[in-house]
């Protein structure tokens, strides 16, 4: 099949475009040809995106909920200033609003915005003084250290290294906000580990836990659940915990 540009030239499709495709072209042509917008439409500009036809309007679980949870934490908390450690970039920068935030990560990030300062920081050796932060971040991060998937040394106890620097940073009251795949304890070589509930809780046991929240793998139709029951975390194949810890004041 061929279709005619508003240029007039022929141009056979490519056999990912499918016949609607070039009859949306043509009828979108057609009807923008009537109304000159001073926008040009070519046939050889075009873009397909053809998997976003869908009857449902799909998204990442994990970081959409883990995020929304972590903002809703700081808006509660309102700390003076918030460091985080290579949690996402959205949930850095869209923080940042109501927050100053100091973000660091592995490999270096042009990022520049008001209240949001970035810089270069290695998990297993946080650049702070014993129980001198008062907020921290460390979101989706923690499973995949020493797994050599972002360029860090292979390590099979790079996570609880880096579990540890967390806990010496915090300071006394100070909250952790602690995100890691929950449900069937496991490695997925070079992306990432599953954790049991139990074994998070244990890394951190000499913090409180706050709060408790799930964001349960895609057999379940739920979002975030706050302080579901054990059994059922332990039940995910790749479900996302999300913790809140906090140190005594003493």
Known sequence: MTVTSIAGKENATTPAEPQWFTEDFARFSDMQSRNDRGLPLNWEERQPCLAD????????????????????VLAATRPAKHIDISSSLYFCAIASAFVPVDYYEYRPVNLTLDNLTAGVAD???????????????????IEHIGLGRYGDPIDPDGDLEAMAELRRVLAPGGSLLFVAPVGRPRVVFNAHRIYGVAQIRHCFRDLELRQFALIPDGRHNKGL??????????????????????RSET
């Open 53 to 72: 036809r869908t009857p449902g309007c799909g998204f990442d679980r994990h970081y959409v909920y883990h995020t929304a949870w972590a903002a809703r």
């Open 123 to 141: 998990l297993r050796h946080l650049p702070f003084a014993d129980h001198s932060v008062a907020s921290i971040s460390c979101m989706h991060v």
């Open 225 to 246: 659940m706050i302080d579901p029951p054990d059994d059922f975390v332990n039940q995910q194949n790749y479900g996302c915990g999300c913790f809140w810890f906090q």
